[in-house]
Nanobody, 120 residues
Framework: QVQLVESGGGLVQPGGSPRLSCAAS????????MGWYRQAPGKQRELVAT???????NYADSVKGRFTISRDNAKNTVSLQMNSLKPEDTADYYC??????????????WGQGTQVLVSS
């Protein structure tokens, strides 16, 4: 089992630069990828950014150049630096940890979510 606890978020003005953080605990050694997803009201959850244990990153086109994901393997944390926020970035942001299981299986763990509201 992996537990994820997010922090950061809240009300942010357009153009703001908040930082989200997520701390993982539990079966840390099984995690091979961490990331952030978001879900806006009335929409499906979507990938924002991911980072592997080796540091390979992947971003949604909508956030490329504005968001940066980073990972501290020693502290078991993953962060999302968000810059130049737009109203359309408003969503609940969820931390994700993907764990490898025997026989090639994988399991996704989720945090409880943190709201980011971009509004003036």
């Amino acid at each position: 089992q992996v537990q994820l606890v997010e922090s950061g978020g809240g009300l942010v003005q357009p153009g703001g630069s908040p930082r989200l953080s997520c701390a993982a605990s539990g079966s840390i050694s099984s995690i091979n990828r961490m990331g952030w997803y978001r879900q806006a009201p009335g929409k499906q959850r979507e990938l924002v950014a991911t980072i592997t244990t080796g540091g390979n990153t992947n971003y949604a086109d909508s956030v490329k150049g504005r968001f940066t994901i980073s990972r501290d393997n020693a502290k078991n944390t993953v962060s999302l630096q968000m810059n130049s926020l737009k109203p359309e970035d408003t969503a609940d942001y969820y931390c994700n940890a993907r764990a490898g299981l025997p026989f090639g299986r994988q399991h996704d763990y989720w945090g409880q979510g943190t709201q980011v509201l971009v509004s003036s």
